[in-house]
């Protein structure tokens, strides 16, 4: 399968059940009353994130997410079946973006579940408006649509170490090593194509996940090369492990060029824990590998290790591992920190309630009415029903929404209408 971490769908939780009109009738029972049940509620649209997935590839055929609709409710009281949630499978790691862009779901556990489109309520009966002002209601309610949108999925991948550097810097080779992954490998550039993980066990006492990044060359931030599309993928790395071939004409350019590059994408990652190796040592003697190093040490700053290794030969593999277990560890607790004292500092801020706000709208001869509870309210109204209709009068008097339409100058025969739907309107 292969790898996509990046697409749109349109998501589309189901309708509400309509509640039913109907009344008893029952041999030897004179005058039944209204016993017609409510309808059942929409699917929810639910992201479900699963460490069993890797890619978004599912979603290059299936650009449409639709719930069920609920049941209609029957007669006897009976409540109809609520629709079962659509229950979709993303990689951990998988943000879900509205239009706006703004963050409406941020997978970063095994089986953490967010609802990124409510499926409308079901419909009250006509038992349900039993009064005794009206004692046999020959109207019920519609059930709502279910909430519809455009969502952006992204995957960033969560793991403790991502490897950079530029192509064949032998990243893959070291992540087919130490882990149990098993990237392409072979001794040209941009071998790899797509992110690799790998789970590193380290002395029995700590499990590590690597990210093996493609391989980034200079102006990658802005678009060239590979690695630009997968640069995403180590935003939430704890450490950054910069791998550098010990056979590059000049180590410190080398490093200053990705360096660079990951300043320009995002100016946090400069300031990342980091590790930088020099790879390639086999074959090399103490006095040139202690040479790159000191060059190295010109541009990366005292408080980096700089480790020499051999992924072929495994030389300098145990110290580098320690290193890394020790720094995922202080930088996890570092930013445990930092979190646990911005969220002290956050001010709590008691939000109005504009539920039952609304305003109308007046454009030629129609009255435009909207407002969130009032939307909910005409969105279950059988617009074909008379006593529908005077329900949904009495509640604009309650709201004081006829009130304002009388001010504003309205006429009988004047059209009231609710949302984009022309079939949602009245005469006054």
């Known amino acids: 399968m292969s790898f996509i971490d990046k697409v749109t769908v349109s998501a589309l939780a189901g309708k509400g ?23 059942g509620n929409g699917a929810n649209i639910v992201l479900v994130a699963s460490r069993n997935q890797n890619t978004l590839a599912a979603f290059r055929f299936q650009k449409e997410l639709k719930g069920d609709e609920g049941k209609a409710g029957g007669d006897r009281n009976k409540h109809g079946r609520s629709a ?51 004692q046999t209601p020959r109207f019920a309610e519609k059930g709502e649509p279910g909430e519809a949108l455009e969502v952006q999925l992204e995957i ?16 893959s080779t070291l992540l087919s ?43 990658a931030a802005d678009g060239k090369g590979l690695g ?32 660079a590059e990951l300043s320009a994408y995002q100016n946090d990652l400069a300031t990342r824990p980091e590790i930088v190796v020099i790879t ?16 190295l040490r010109t541009v990366v700053t005292k408080d980096t290790p700089i480790y020499a290794i051999s992924a072929q030969s495994k030389q300098g593999l145990k110290e580098l591992l320690f290193s890394v277990k020790d720094a995922v560890a202080a930088s996890r607790a570092k930013l445990d920190e930092i979190a646990a004292v911005e969220a002290a500092a956050i001010p709590v801020l008691r939000l109005l309630d504009n539920s039952k706000a609304w ?35 009495d ?12 001010r504003q100058g309205i006429e009988p025969g004047d059209t009231i209408q609710f949302g984009p739907n022309e079939s949602h309107n009245f005469e006054y």
């Open 280 to 295: 390639k040592i086999e074959g090399l003697d103490a006095e040139i590998v202690a040479d790159i190093q000191k060059q």
């Open 17 to 39: 059940g309509d509640g039913r009109v109907s009344f008893r009738q029952e041999k030897f029972i004179d005058k039944g009353g209204p016993d017609g049940g409510d309808g």
């Open 359 to 393: 305003k109308v709208n007046k454009v030629e001869d129609i009255y435009y009415v909207s407002g969130p509870r009032i939307d909910h309210f005409s969105n279950r109204t059988d617009f074909e029903n008379e006593e529908g209709i005077q329900r949904l009068r």
């Open 84 to 134: 079962q949630h659509l229950m979709v499978q993303v990689p951990v790691g998988t943000i879900a973006y509205a239009p706006s862009g703004e963050v409406i779901a941020d997978l970063i556990e095994d089986g953490q579940q967010t609802i990124i489109a409510k499926g409308g309520g079901g419909g009250f009966g006509n038992a349900h408006f039993v009064s005794s002002r009206r």
């Open 395 to 406: 509640i604009m008097k309650r709201f004081g929404i006829l009130h304002e339409l009388v």
């Open 177 to 219: 090593v130490i882990s149990n992954a098993r990237p392409e490998i072979a001794d040209y550039p941009f071998t790899t194509l797509t992110p690799n993980l790998g789970v590193v066990d380290i002395a029995g006492e700590s499990s590590v996940l690597f990210a093996d990044i493609p391989g980034l060359i200079e102006g």
């Open 156 to 171: 960033k991948m969560i793991a403790d170490v991502g490897l950079v550097g530029l192509p064949n810097a032998g990243k």
């Open 228 to 259: 630009h599309d997968f640069l995403r993928h180590i935003e939430r790395t704890a450490v950054i492990m910069h791998l550098i071939d010990a056979y590059q004409d000049d180590v410190a350019a080398t490093y200053s060029t990705i360096k």
